[in-house]
């Protein structure tokens, strides 16, 4: 099976990697930075760089991984070149399919959310059929997407909101982690600040998944009454913490609707 890939920055390369490990699949791919091309040319050989009327003209699918800002202008560069019918990919967010679908009126639409999890091969990607896409295209799309991890098909309602929470949650999870990191800092634990936050972090995840406890089970099995755990859970709680989470996590659905406009 061809596949065209434009644009391959990390996500684009994760997908490529997950792709020629499969075995099943051709990856030609198109980029405009230079040091991108050479990077990709030297590490992946067998991934061939085409010019964008090449690769339009060479596969039948084409997967698009460009930033939401950029993808208006590759719309109408594909317009113009294409004269076929395509299986069109987008994992740029905040793009809808009715979007594309009024720059690209004979190409069929999948619109899928991966997250980072695809550099490691454990992504959990969500993916939408667009009006003109068939059942054997969401078909072809996951299996695309299960060669960097888990699938789910999802209506295209909840992409925005699942971007905000799967697609950005990494960042999310990480920018905690450095605060507890600076935190156990500035108690005096300079030293193993980093190593002490990643075993905490990594054993915690494996309670809740080896022995299926609930957040709020977890959360009581630690946090005794009257205990360290409660007096800080306790300020937390005084100060809004969780709100102030889930108002950040609007912020970033409402930014996620935005891009697509």
């Given at each position: 099976m061809n596949i065209g890939i434009i644009g391959l920055g990390k996500m684009g390369e994760a997908i490529a990697k997950g792709l020629l490990k499969a075995r099943i699949y051709s990856v030609c791919y198109n980029e405009k930075k230079e040091k991108r091309i050479e990077k990709i040319s030297n590490q992946y050989p067998q991934i061939k760089y085409l010019s964008m009327s090449q690769l339009i003209n060479t596969v039948e699918i084409i997967l698009v991984s460009v930033k939401?800002?950029?993808?208006?202008?590759?719309?109408?560069?594909?317009?113009?070149?294409?004269?076929?019918?395509?299986?069109?990919?987008?994992?740029?967010?905040?793009?809808?399919?009715?979007?594309?679908?009024?720059?690209?009126?004979?190409?069929?639409?999948?619109?899928?959310?991966?997250?980072?999890?695809?550099?490691?091969?454990?992504?959990?990607?969500?993916?939408?059929?667009?009006?003109?896409?068939?059942?054997?295209?969401?078909?072809?799309?996951?299996?695309?997407?299960?060669?960097?991890?888990?699938?789910?098909?999802?209506?295209?309602?909840?992409?925005?909101?699942?971007?905000?929470?799967?697609?950005?949650?990494?960042?999310?999870?990480?920018?905690?982690?450095?605060?507890?990191?600076?935190?156990?800092?500035e108690i005096g634990l300079s030293d193993i600040s980093e190593k002490l936050v990643m075993e905490t972090f990594t054993v915690t995840m494996g309670i809740l998944n080896e022995m299926g406890f609930s957040f709020d089970e977890l959360i009581e099995k630690v946090a005794s009454p009257g205990g360290t755990t409660e007096a800080c859970l306790r300020f937390w709680d005084q100060e809004n913490f969780s709100e102030i989470l889930k108002q950040g996590i609007k912020k970033a659905r409402n930014r996620a609707k935005e891009l697509g406009k």
């Open positions: 939401p800002q950029d993808i208006k202008g590759l719309l109408l560069e594909i317009d113009g070149i294409s004269k076929e019918e395509k299986l069109f990919i987008s994992i740029c967010a905040g793009i809808s399919t009715p979007f594309i679908q009024s720059y690209l009126r004979k190409t069929r639409i999948i619109r899928a959310m991966p997250n980072m999890g695809a550099l490691i091969g454990k992504s959990f990607t969500v993916i939408t059929q667009g009006e003109s896409a068939t059942k054997e295209d969401l078909d072809i799309a996951e299996g695309i997407f299960s060669a960097v991890g888990n699938v789910k098909v999802v209506s295209e309602d909840l992409i925005d909101s699942i971007t905000a929470i799967s697609g950005s949650g990494p960042a999310y999870f990480v920018y905690f982690l450095k605060a507890l990191r600076d935190a156990a800092a």
